[in-house]
């Protein structure tokens, strides 16, 4: 629990925190199936092609508070043409809402026609990036870079991140491209490390929104995991992935069971913390092999020649920030998370032409039993060190996972999403 944030946003503690000049986390607003995706109205602006469209998603409108502001960058091609960005936002941004979303839209700057109009979509980043640290009340600001050809891929995106669904995901940029969409109505969707924390709420996520859930954890979490699928009339498979045969039993049990596996979710991890002086082979073999190895054989298994998963298919892979920018005592840890965000990169367009998606997510600072742990001052720093000012929670990364996951986001593979708040930590 975290006290501070509990205390700043208390009738005393406001006032004590803005005289003492101390941060001041924001109360996140977080999803709830009664309200909409977005539950406000959004203030379009720009002149690219990309702003229809955009008024087609979302309710646009004008209005004397805003839910969310959008911008189309996509047809500014000279650096001088920036000045479109200040003037839209500057005026603006004192009537978002308590937690709204600034979204920029952009171009490829690999498909932009000239060096001036590349320089220029750079720039759009690091504009966003900025503007991300400098929103206050739970705003958050994302950056999506649109292909040319990305057509309706568009509207899963926007959606996501003008949503409540994004609360813990500031300062991203998202590539769209053209995708295919997903398998519509009822998905089989499988979890690994189900049991608990993250994995749990993934599961509970995935369930919510209409998929036959199956929760996979190690026999020794045998009743914890009953547990969560009961909860969610889902069904559990006991299984340790780094055995040898773990893949084909998973294989065989999807295909006895359901004839197919719409989404895969990688989360299984362990940590074995220790310096590297004086980690044992055993601490540094076990890490490797639960987060990196064995997402590695489940993945050949499933799209193996006539495998389970077929065109609309999604496998999104837990990493860590950790993975990003490293950690102190974790180099077992970092290096396979690492290894996840390789893996992701390079299997994407592999299957690509299959219809398949392939994406991660990559969590900073998780409000868990395995942060909870931590000793009192690392996890006040680990709180604090992002532009939200606070821990995520497990639903957090559930959500971003459920994104990846869906039918509409085919237009977004290879993509490694941090769900950190805009950590300082590798940004």
């Not at 320089?119 to 759009?124: E, F, G, L, V």
């Not at 400098?134 to 891929?153: I, K, M, Q, S």
């Not at 180099?331 to 392939?358: C, D, E, F, Q």
Request: aromatic share 4%; proline share 5%.
């Amino acid at each position: 629990m975290d006290r501070y944030a509990t205390f700043a946003n208390s009738s005393v503690g406001r006032r004590v925190v803005r005289r003492a000049g101390l941060p001041q986390p924001a109360r996140l607003k977080r999803y709830s199936p009664d309200q909409p995706d977005v539950d406000g109205p959004v203030l379009v602006g720009g002149t690219g092609s990309a702003a229809a469209r955009v008024r087609d998603i979302v309710p646009a409108d004008k209005a004397e508070r805003y839910r969310g502001l959008v911008f189309d960058a996509t047809a500014l091609d000279d650096p001088g043409a920036l000045r479109e960005l200040h003037a839209f936002f500057q005026p603006h941004l004192r009537d978002l809402l308590p937690n709204g979303r600034v979204v920029v839209l952009g171009t490829p700057p690999t498909a932009s026609t000239s060096v001036r109009a590349a320089a220029a979509q750079q720039a759009i980043d690091g504009f966003v990036r900025s503007i991300a640290k400098e929103l206050t009340r739970g705003g958050t600001a994302n950056l999506l870079y649109l292909a040319p050809d990305c057509g309706d891929a568009l509207a899963a995106p926007i959606r996501f991140l003008l949503s409540t669904r994004s609360a813990y995901v500031s300062g991203q940029t998202i590539m769209v491209e053209a995708g295919t969409a997903g398998t519509e109505g009822p998905r089989v969707a499988a979890v690994t490390g189900a049991a608990r924390g993250i994995g749990a709420a993934i599961l509970k996520t995935l369930a919510r929104g209409g998929a036959t859930v199956v929760g996979i954890d190690v026999p020794a979490a045998g009743d914890a995991l009953a547990d969560v699928v009961n909860d969610v009339r889902g069904s559990a498979l006991q299984l340790d992935l780094t055995h040898p045969d773990a893949p084909q039993r998973l294989v065989r049990h999807f295909t006895e069971r359901h004839g197919r596996l719409d989404v895969l979710v990688h989360n299984a991890g362990i940590t074995r913390d220790r310096t590297l002086a004086r980690m044992s082979e055993d601490e540094w073999n076990s890490v490797l092999a639960v987060n990196l190895e064995a997402q590695l054989a489940v993945n050949d298994a499933v799209l193996s020649e006539g495998g389970l998963m077929g065109s609309g298919g999604r496998i999104v892979a837990v990493s860590s920030v950790s993975g990003i920018a490293g950690n102190r005592g974790q180099t077992n840890y970092a290096a396979s998370k690492a290894g996840v965000i390789g893996m992701v990169r390079a299997l994407a367009p592999v299957v690509r032409g299959r219809g398949i998606t392939v994406n991660g997510v990559a969590p900073g600072f998780i409000e868990t039993a395995m942060t909870a742990k931590m000793p009192t001052a690392t996890r006040a720093v680990g709180r604090r060190l992002n532009s939200l000012g606070q821990g995520g929670l497990p639903v957090d990364v559930a959500e971003a996972v459920a994104f990846l996951a869906e039918p509409g986001a085919g237009g977004v593979s290879g993509a490694v999403l941090r769900v950190c708040g805009q950590s300082m930590i590798g940004a």
